[in-house]
């Protein structure tokens, strides 16, 4: 079975402070995606990766940056965390290999809460 | 991608079959159904996608609309465990897609002992 792992379930955090969440998968996948989840707004992509040391920004990079240095990992940085950042936070991978393998597979997620 | 219309919720009993719709009324030719699944403090599971023809897997049946302009997801014998949120999607079938789906707010299913 294909496992996206997220290092955290829950993080407190203080604002101000650089936040790192990290993510693996072991399925060797292309493609990663982070997304943040928020009630009556749905999940929303933050930052997307197709390749290592490759990045795209999704429709909300605002405040966050990523980093694709190993292919089975794709992490995702508050550089100063504030507290509308507050949210949980989704990984996901997929494969690059065959156009038509298109299934996301998701993460447990990561409850963060900045104080 | 297209925008896609679901209840907000809907209760189903035990072992009845669950029947959720979607509509899609402006989904383009190239694009897919794809259906997902949110349990409570869980990441989103695919369950199925389909173009038009009816599909069927071991999680669940997927009817779409020969105008394809509406689809019904359906879990032949719901479980307490099938109490989700259930997520409709349209999209491009493309690998380079496949992470990137717009997650609207889905139906709330609740399966009743």
């Known amino acids: 079975d294909v496992k996206v792992t997220q290092s955290s379930r829950y993080l407190v955090k203080r604002t101000g402070e650089k936040v790192f969440l990290e993510c693996v998968q072991d399925?060797?996948?292309?493609?990663m995606f982070w997304y943040r989840q928020d009630p009556g707004l749905g999940l929303r992509l933050i930052y997307f990766?197709?390749?290592?040391?490759?990045?795209e920004k999704g429709d909300i990079p605002e405040g966050y940056s990523v980093s694709r240095e190993k292919k089975e990992r794709f992490s995702l940085i508050l550089e100063s965390a504030s507290t509308n950042q507050t949210s949980m936070y989704l990984c996901?991978?997929?494969?690059?290999?065959?156009?038509?393998?298109?299934?996301?597979?998701f993460g447990q997620g990561t409850r963060l809460t900045v104080v | 991608d297209a925008k896609t219309t679901q209840p907000p919720s809907m209760d189903c009993a035990e072992g009845r079959a669950a029947n959720l719709p979607c509509n899609h009324s402006?989904?383009?030719?190239?694009?897919?159904v794809y259906w997902y699944r949110q349990i409570h403090s869980q990441g989103p599971q695919y369950i199925i996608h389909?173009?038009?023809n009816n599909e069927t897997n071991e999680m669940a049946s997927l009817i779409i609309t020969e105008d394809r302009k509406s689809s019904t997801l359906i879990l032949p014998h719901a479980t307490l465990r099938d109490t989700a949120v259930y997520y409709c999607?349209?999209?491009?079938?493309?690998?380079?897609?496949?992470?990137?789906?717009?997650f609207g707010d889905g139906t709330t299913l609740t399966v009743k002992p």
């Open positions: 999607i349209v999209r491009v079938r493309h690998n380079t897609n496949a992470g990137k789906s717009t």
């Open positions: 399925m060797d996948h292309e493609n």
């Open positions: 996901a991978s997929s494969s690059g290999q065959g156009i038509m393998n298109t299934e996301a597979f």
């Open positions: 990766s197709y390749d290592v040391k490759m990045k």
């Open positions: 402006t989904i383009s030719g190239n694009e897919y």
């Open positions: 389909g173009l038009k």
